[in-house]
């Protein structure tokens, strides 16, 4: 979705995580646009703590513990089953990252669904990246490949390569529009063997092993594109978010080397945004 109006000054970003954040080191440490596209204002943890916590407080950004587990105990709620204490979590959170005024809202690895309490102030502005390629739908627009077994349902679905996507949120898992999709990842030779296939521990070794791969050289990059693309006007979440599902089957496409194309353009004539 192509606009031409930039965000005034950089995005504020408030990052939600569970127990780590696969991109986020990226995004302080070696993404060009940090300063200028986009400021990291503070992490916000589901978990009682995770690992790059202490790395983030060293760079003077504000982190926020808030236990989802602690959190449903405290009301006698069945974790994590509790529709109303989920809801009442979301409103929590809300409360905790408003000091901090964020413009967008960055789910980086955290492991929830979220709720309309934090939804509807930040709507259109709570962005997530996922482990397949969301330009991918069935006939009736719905993701092929949603949920957190992503990457194994599109191996076994015999895909041969995969793909990320970071898109909006909504409040269907993995629905909203897609902004930014990676580069392919090939998937290895053995994962098309019909043995490996039935052989359970060996498939579920090597799908992990190529979700880490994902995740260790996508989650960053894909993570600062899809802010450098809002900020800069170049996708206009408002307008992305009208679209009905059966039409969001494109997406920038981010490359191995850090440059944007945009979609359905002829890549002779599209405006695209190489690396900083």
């Not at 970003?13 to 503070?42: E, K």
């Not at 990842?185 to 090597?206: E, Q, S, Y």
């Amino acid at each position: 979705m192509l606009n031409t109006t930039p965000h005034r000054g950089p995005l504020r970003v408030a990052v939600l995580c569970s127990d780590r954040a696969p991109g986020l080191m990226y995004l302080l440490n070696r993404a060009p646009d940090r300063g200028y596209a986009f400021d990291i204002a503070c992490v916000l943890t589901s978990s009682p703590t995770f690992e790059e916590e202490v790395r983030v407080e060293r760079r003077g950004i504000p982190t926020i513990v808030h236990p989802i587990a602690e959190f449903y105990a405290q009301r006698r709620a069945p974790f994590p089953c509790d529709p109303e204490a989920r809801r009442a979590y979301d409103a929590e959170t809300r409360r905790r990252i408003e000091p901090f005024f964020p413009d967008v809202v960055l789910l980086d690895g955290y492991l929830y669904l979220v709720t309309a309490p934090l939804l509807t102030p930040y709507r259109n502005r709570v962005i997530n990246l996922h482990f397949s390629d969301l330009t991918l739908r069935n006939a009736d627009g719905s993701p092929r490949f949603p949920g957190k077994r992503a990457v194994r349902d599109a191996i076994a679905a015999g895909c041969r390569h995969t793909r990320a996507t970071v898109h909006l949120v909504n409040e269907r898992p993995d629905d909203g529009a897609p902004i930014v999709r990676s580069w392919p990842f090939p998937v290895p030779p053995i994962l098309d063997d019909a043995g490996t296939l039935r052989a359970a521990n060996v498939f579920k070794m090597c799908v992990a092993a190529h979700q880490r791969w994902m995740m260790q050289t996508g989650s960053g990059p894909l993570m600062a594109a899809a802010l450098r693309l809002i900020a800069a006007g170049a996708f206009n979440p408002d307008e992305a978010a009208l679209e009905p599902s059966t039409a969001r089957t494109t997406a920038w496409l981010l490359d191995e080397g850090g440059a944007l194309t945009a979609p359905e353009m002829d890549p002779m004539a599209a405006p695209a945004f190489a690396r900083a």
